[in-house]
């Protein structure tokens, strides 16, 4: 029997096959688990269907999750369809292409409210909605990386919102703890995705792993989903408010 059999949860942030919610999304239905899926617009819808169907998801969802009433509006259907929810995967962020670009002191005040807003006080939102639908207890898992504890060049805004994210993990922990529900943040080293596209001189990022972390590589979607299961399965049940780096070990190695 799989480690998530007679589980169900929704995946947010799928947007294409390299994105890291399908790479966790894959390791859930492997051990089991029963999959809905958001898709944050119609042209993205085009990409996660196909995707979510081949996992045979019961749900596909559209939300914005800088709009209250659709991450309510998919909390309301899902709970009509299911009554319960097990484990929520929050693998959202942005920030302004410009805001990534220039210096951190340029960063205007529009493009850093819009970074905490879609990339750390959307996972408060979500887990708001989500919590009454966590009947018996779950679990619930967001994506984070190193620029939020350093200031790792051209991160920026994208690691102050990456800060508050890992802080908000901890807050919602420590309420949410007593119904049983488990919240956690894993640290992932740099997947060429979408999103990372953004990060001016990734490529940079992704050579500095080849050099200098421990398993001289950086990470997989995959090795990122084996890390969700095990937070989001009963393995982690003792396991709440942390952040969990998966690395390749470059967390203790001081960045050359
Ligand atoms: O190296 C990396 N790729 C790392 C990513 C290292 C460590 C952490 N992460 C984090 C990201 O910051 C993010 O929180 O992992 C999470 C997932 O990112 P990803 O898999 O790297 O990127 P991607 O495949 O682009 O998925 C993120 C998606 C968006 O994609 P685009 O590229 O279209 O912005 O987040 C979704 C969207 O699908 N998204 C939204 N969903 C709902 N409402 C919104 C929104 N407003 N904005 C973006």
């Not at 399965?233 to 390749?248: I, K, N, R, W, Y």
């Amino acid at each position: 029997m799989g480690l998530m059999e007679g589980k169900r949860g929704i995946i947010f942030g799928v947007a294409n096959d390299m994105s890291i919610a399908w790479g966790i999304a894959r390791q859930l239905r492997a051990e089991g688990a029963t999959l809905a899926f958001t898709y944050l617009n119609e042209a993205l819808e085009r990409r996660v269907r196909p995707l979510a169907e081949s996992v045979d998801a019961e749900l596909i969802l559209p939300c914005d999750v800088s709009n209250d009433e659709e991450i309510e509006e998919v909390f309301k259907t899902v709970g009509d369809k299911w009554g319960e929810i097990d484990f929520v995967v929050h693998a959202i962020a942005f920030a302004n292409r410009e805001d990534l670009k220039h210096s951190f002191s340029q960063t205007s005040r529009e493009g850093f409210r819009l970074a905490m807003d879609i990339s750390a006080y959307s996972l408060v939102a979500v887990t708001r909605y989500a919590a009454p639908l966590m009947k018996k207890g779950g679990s619930i898992v967001t994506m984070t990386y190193l620029g939020a504890t350093r200031a790792v060049p051209n991160y920026n805004v994208m690691g102050v919102a990456k800060a508050a994210l890992e802080s908000s993990t901890r807050y919602l922990a420590a309420e949410l703890g007593e119904k049983g529900i488990r919240v956690n943040a894993i640290s992932a080293g740099p997947i060429r995705t979408l999103a990372a596209s953004g990060i001016a001189n990734f490529k940079k990022k992704i050579s500095l792993m080849d050099d200098n972390a421990p398993l001289r590589r950086t990470v997989t979607q995959e090795e990122v989903g084996k890390s969700a299961l095990y937070l989001l399965s009963d393995l982690g049940s003792g396991v709440t408010g942390e952040v969990h780096f998966v690395d390749a070990g470059f967390n203790f190695v001081v960045s050359a």
